[in-house]
T-cell receptor, first 114, second 116 residues
Framework: SAVISQKPSRDICQRGTSLTIQCQVD?????MFWYRQQPGQSLTLIAT?????????ESGFVIDKFPISRPNLTFSTLTVSNMSPEDSSIYLC???????????FGPGTRLTVT | GNSVTQMEGPVTLSEEAFLTINCTYT??????LFWYVQYPGEGLQLLLK?????DKGSNKGFEATYRKETTSFHLEKGSVQVSDSAVYFC???????????????FGQGTILTVHP
């Protein structure tokens, strides 16, 4: 399976600022996904990023708040804009591989907003 | 829409005990089913998968069987270890929406703690 890295691994940010999270894959993949995991909760899909097209956002998530870039087949970024304490979560990227649509996840970025 | 329901947790066991974590699902079409594990402070790892009815996924002593008649995918292990302490997520993936990719739907997660 693909090896996925994320940067930063964690950060503490002040409200009103923005943070960009990077996701790097060691092989070319078509679909990349961004998830949010709020404290003690399950994962919620934010958006799906296909190289060469605009990201597709899930209900409740908007591009102005979570802009995504996908410049090539091995890299994507998620920006969390104008942060508030409610944005404190773990943000994970994943890639899809295999005929069963299984996804493999990066180690996550733990964000705390004060 | 698709949904996944896991047994309420947390689950606390002694080492070498038998583990069952229940998972049931609702989905259109023929989803693939997964168990993911999240160790403390880490991301999610794919533990096992099954792609069609009666398939059994297995890995690291864990097993789960895709039961279409009961729409279930229960996770079992015959003898747990302290190192199995983690959060376990049941999930399904389906492209029933006509997309070329699968969308994962997760259960709420079950915290497992194993004591020596």
């Amino acid at each position: 399976s693909a090896v996925i890295s994320q940067k930063p691994s964690r950060d503490i940010c002040q409200r009103g600022t923005s943070l960009t999270i990077q996701c790097q894959v060691d092989s070319q993949v078509t679909m990349m996904f961004w998830y949010r995991q709020q404290p003690g909760q399950s994962l919620t899909l934010i958006a799906t990023a296909n190289q060469g097209s605009e990201a597709t956002y899930e209900s409740g998530f908007v591009i102005d708040k979570f802009p995504i870039s996908r410049p090539n087949l091995t890299f994507s970024t998620l920006t969390v804009s104008n942060m508030s304490p409610e944005d404190s979560s773990i943000y994970l990227c994943s890639v899809e591989e295999g005929p069963a649509y299984e996804q493999y996840f990066g180690p996550g970025t733990r964000l705390t907003v004060t | 829409g698709n949904s996944v329901t896991q047994m309420e947790g947390p689950v606390t066991l002694s080492e070498e005990a038998f583990l069952t974590i229940n998972c049931t699902y609702t989905a259109t079409g023929y989803p693939s089913l997964f168990w993911y594990v999240q160790y403390p402070g880490e991301g999610l790892q794919l533990l096992l998968k099954a792609t069609k009815a009666d398939d059994k996924g297995s890995n690291k002593g864990f097993e789960a069987t895709y039961r279409k008649e009961t729409t279930s995918f229960h996770l079992e292990k015959g003898s747990v270890q302290v190192s199995d302490s983690a959060v376990y997520f049941c999930a399904l993936s389906s492209n029933a929406g006509g997309t070329s990719y699968g969308k994962l739907t997760f259960g709420q997660g079950t915290i497992l703690t194993v004591h020596p």
